[in-house]
């Protein structure tokens, strides 16, 4: 590897971790937001989601400038197409904290329900995924990436609890079923920043080994 492709790569992973960061304060703030009904906090989220885009963008484009003047091959090349899934992964992360955040504006609206749930807890499990894909990316440790399928399922049992005890709240208080719908697309949304951490995860193997691994991980689910 040439020391200019060398030092083009070093700057792709900094500009990763660095929409990583933004991407997970975003996830941190839109569900405060949402469990304090905080429609300002809400509103600097969704503003701060043009931010998260154009770092994608930047990304991309800094992804495709080096493969037209490098011409990378081997676990170069397969490094610069596992950066470009995970930006648009990170991005799509970035997407669903600025969703949450308007779902507050819209609930924020409502009459308050009590659902005995801590969307905190269940935002932090999908974070340490989100957390721990970068982490196996930026040590090149695939031990650490297979690891996240197991996590995953933890945050999908979380999302169904959610979803019985918001569907138990709905037979109970018909006149709320609005509030209690936003709490489960709340839930969905952070189920989704988990699929997105396995994605990354999946990527970092692809990367690593060569081998794609998604659909014998979608078989390994649909299996449990």
Request: glycine share 4%; net charge negative; charged share 35%.
């Amino acid at each position: 590897m040439s020391k200019h492709l060398e030092h083009e790569l070093d700057e792709l992973e900094k500009q990763l971790l660095t929409l990583s960061a933004c991407v997970e304060e975003s996830i941190h703030k839109s569900i405060k937001a949402f469990e304090t009904r905080n429609t300002d906090l809400a509103d600097e989220v969704i503003a701060e989601d043009q931010k998260i885009d154009e770092i994608e963008v930047d990304l991309e484009e800094e992804c495709l400038k080096i493969l037209a003047l490098y011409q990378p091959v081997a676990v170069d090349l397969r490094f610069i197409v596992a950066a470009l899934k995970i930006n648009n992964d990170l991005e799509r992360v970035g997407d669903y904290a600025s969703n949450i955040a308007k779902r507050t504006k819209k609930v924020a609206a409502l009459a308050p329900v009590s659902l005995p749930f801590d969307f905190h807890d269940m935002a932090e499990k999908a974070l340490a995924m989100l957390r721990q894909s970068l982490d196996s990316f930026v040590r090149m440790d695939t031990r650490m990436a297979h690891e996240i399928r197991s996590m995953d399922k933890v945050v999908d049992e979380c999302n169904r609890e959610v979803e019985r005890l918001a569907n138990k709240g709905i037979k109970e208080d018909p006149g709320n079923e609005e509030a209690y719908l936003q709490i489960i697309w709340v839930s969905r949304s952070l189920e989704r920043v988990g699929d997105h951490a396995t994605n990354i995860a999946e990527d970092i193997i692809y990367m690593l080994e060569g081998e794609i691994v998604r659909h014998s991980i979608k078989k390994s689910h649909a299996g449990g």
